[in-house]
């Protein structure tokens, strides 16, 4: 089989390898698609700590089971699945407590097991125990499968946030989760979604999505239409859903009195510090808070917010290709070009 092998910091071989066994307790998977994630670009191209040999990259997973094992009852050869990629112990301290995506012993697929850049790929037992493998709806494609993974991240902030009626929500940063979070907004109750970027292809490609008000932050003064758009109050919830410690920091003008503020998009680990004014959190009482991952309920949950066509899939997927043209589709994720692209391995 084909497989997409990351070696070391822009080593990304695609690869002869032998089709894998499962053992008793391990479902193979031949993989039906498997989306691009800005985070394989960063892995692709500058590694990450927690991979310690080659492995196949690869989260955003659905596919057709193909082998169960005798030990992993409650699958069926031929059925379809999606594969939430981060596999909670289910034992210490934080899952006990039900917050998984704060496991003391998190493992990830595409990090510590092989991922779905690949033909066919093993699905670990400790996934199959923690509820990470969930059927896929009959009238969604694969390709719309793999978007539950990044969905499920987009309603746990906002669970973390309480979104709910008569909130207005500011997003900044229209790539595919900004995009989503625009969706799952609304989906919650929310009043008002104003969503804003800097680049004006992205907020070409948000207009199908679920945002009132798209603002191009790099033309217009972004508080002074955010307080235009709310009244002079501010936003109730503000998500920051890009990868920039500025706007972090001018997330704070941007919120109402109490308001709750989201970083859900991570910083680069070489500049990861801010400078905020802490007397606006003080004066206004804001709350900020980050977000990271799902929990495997929320994967369930997103697939049934994608069956139902509640989110703007279509939308999303700007790119379907066939898994030897993998670094072509992630050079134009990171171009910004295209919103998600979507590996097939079957696609010719």
Do not use: W
């Not at 670009?41 to 690869?58: D, K, S």
């Not at 104003?194 to 972004?222: G, H, Q, T, W």
């Not at 295209?338 to 010719?348: E, M």
């Amino acid at each position: 089989m084909k497989a997409a092998v990351l070696y070391a910091p822009n080593d990304l071989r695609l690869e002869d390898r032998p089709v894998p066994a499962p053992a008793d307790d391990e479902l193979l998977l031949r993989v039906g698609a498997c989306a691009i994630c800005g985070s394989d670009i960063r892995t692709r191209r500058h590694g990450a700590g927690n991979i310690t040999g080659p492995v196949t990259m690869g989260h955003e997973i659905a596919g057709t089971v193909v082998a169960v094992g005798k030990a992993a009852p409650g699958f069926r050869e031929g059925q379809r699945v999606a594969v939430a990629p981060a596999v909670p112990c289910g034992a210490c301290r934080y899952c006990a407590r039900g917050v998984q995506t704060m496991c003391d012993n998190l493992r990830s697929i595409g990090y510590q097991f092989d991922g779905g850049f690949a033909e066919y790929m093993i699905v670990p037992p400790s996934a199959i125990r923690a509820g990470c493998v969930n059927p896929v709806p009959d009238n969604l494609t694969f390709a719309e499968a793999t978007l539950a993974e990044p969905l499920a991240c987009a309603i746990n902030g906002q669970e973390l946030l309480n979104v709910g009626l008569d909130d207005v929500v500011a997003i900044v940063g229209a790539g595919p989760l900004g995009c989503m979070h625009a969706d799952v907004a609304k989906i919650r109750g929310a009043r008002k979604v104003i969503l804003a970027d800097v680049n004006p292809r992205r907020l070409d490609l948000a207009k199908p999505f679920a945002a009132d008000v798209l603002i191009d932050a790099a033309s217009e003064n972004l508080e002074a239409r955010v307080l235009e758009e709310t009244g002079g109050a501010g936003a109730q919830v503000v998500i920051v859903a890009a990868p920039s410690g500025k706007a972090q920091e001018q997330a704070l003008a941007l919120a109402a009195r109490q308001g709750r503020i989201s970083f859900f998009g991570g910083l680069p680990k070489s500049n990861p510090l801010i400078s905020l004014n802490a007397n606006l959190v003080h004066y206004r009482e804001l709350f900020i808070m980050g977000a990271y991952g799902s929990k495997p309920r929320h994967n369930r949950l997103a697939l049934e917010l994608l069956a139902k066509g509640s989110i703007h899939a279509a939308s999303l997927i700007g790119m379907v290709v066939p898994l030897e043209r993998i670094l072509e589709a992630m050079d134009a994720v990171a171009q910004g070009g295209i919103l998600k692209a979507v590996v097939q391995p079957d696609c010719r």
